[in-house]
Every structure is written in structure tokens, then in C-alpha cells.
């Protein structure tokens, strides 16, 4: 079965691609291929389309050494693709908090007083920081990275993972604190 690469995963590709040209100009085709997961072939594609579009300037240094260059058009638009990526970035922690802070003002108003976290690097810190910001007295978290080291008492769990959520067992809730899929995801009642 052939796979087919959406224009917004091509696009994503293609800034992988500059990102690492810019790293190292004198990389071979299957070196970045490797960098970024894709077929040489494919590789070979993104560096003629990214040629034509004057993003890069191919270079050949001898006979089986070749240069890319970023040009001032690819190095602007490496800078314009970062900048979105930033807003986007900003935009999921924001959202983030939002729905942390209404999950839990709700989860604390009903009684609640004991939550498991299950986040990951960066998203485990901002979610531990909302959580402090919150200053909710008496209540009590426990923060893992996976499901699998969930304690056998968790009740209310909270979700910040590109893991998939698990079945919860009897008197067990996950409330998904962000979807990575859609931007505009709301804790319900937001």
C-alpha cells in the first residue's frame, strides 16, 4: 500500500529539511534523509522543490560533494515558519492552563482532593506550575509520565500525553487536559 504525505506534512518536511541544511551545509542526501525520517528518494524531492522555490542553492563541491545552502528567501522563511511554530507552541501552553484551571476549580468545588497527573517533559512542568498557581488548599497530585506507572488508587487523572488513554477501571475518570490534534480544545464548559 503506497503512502501519501498531506501539503501540511510536505511543508513540515520541507522546514525539517532547511533547519537542517542550516545546521550543516556540506551533509549528504543521506545523511539528511536520515535527520529528518525520509527515503532518500523523497529526500531528493524536498532538495530539488526547495531548489526551485530559491529557498536553497545547490553547490556541488567536486565530483561527489555537494553544498546546500540556505538563501536569504530560505533563511526568511526558516524564520517566518519558526515564529508560527513559537505562536503555536505558546497557544497549547496557554490552552493548557486554561483547561488545567477550569478542570481543576471544577474537580475542587465538587470535593476532590486527590489527582494523578500523567504529562511529559515540558508539559509536566507547565502543568505542575498552573497546578501550584492554583494554590487549592488541601489538595493532594501525584505526577507520572505513563499510564502503566499509574498508582492503583488514582481516581481522578489528569491528561497531558500523546499516549493513548487507557480503559479506566470502576470510580476511575481521565479528563484530557489538551488534544494535540485540535488547537481549539476545551476542557467541557470552557
Keep these: 500500500m503506497a503512502t501519501t504525505i498531506s501539503n501540511h506534512q510536505l511543508a513540515e518536511k520541507e522546514f525539517s529539511l532547511i533547519q537542517e541544511i542550516a545546521k550543516s551545509p556540506a551533509r549528504t542526501q543521506r545523511d539528511l534523509s536520515n535527520s529528518i525520517g525520509l527515503s532518500l528518494g ?3 524531492l524536498l532538495i530539488k522543490r526547495l531548489a526551485r522555490k530559491g529557498l536553497i542553492k545547490i553547490q556541488q563541491l567536486d565530483w561527489n560533494r555537494t ?15 519558526s515564529y ?5 507552541t505558546l497557544r497549547i501552553f496557554k490552552q493548557i492552563q486554561e483547561n488545567i484551571a477550569l478542570a481543576m476549580r471544577r474537580e475542587y468545588q465538587s470535593g476532590s482532593r ?26 493532594h497530585f501525584a505526577f507520572v509520565s505513563k499510564f502503566t506507572e499509574l498508582p492503583s488508587d ?3 487523572v489528569l491528561t497531558a500525553t500523546l499516549e493513548t488513554t ?22 467541557n464548559g470552557a
Excluded: C, W
Excluded at 72 to 79: P, R, S
Excluded at 115 to 139: C, K, N, S
Excluded at 167 to 183: H, I
Design 42 to 44: 523523497m529526500t531528493n
Design 84 to 88: 508560527h511554530y513559537t505562536l503555536y
Design 166 to 187: 487507557p480503559a479506566s477501571k470502576p470510580g476511575q475518570r481521565f479528563l484530557p487536559l489538551v488534544d494535540f490534534e485540535n488547537l481549539d480544545f476545551r476542557v
Design 114 to 139: 486527590a489527582f494523578t497527573v500523567v504529562a511529559q517533559d515540558e508539559i509536566m512542568e507547565l502543568v505542575r506550575d498552573t497546578l501550584q498557581d492554583l494554590r487549592l488548599e488541601g489538595a
Design 154 to 156: 488514582a481516581r481522578i
Design 67 to 81: 553544498q546546500y545552502l540556505l538563501t536569504l528567501k530560505g533563511a526568511m522563511e526558516k524564520a517566518k515558519k
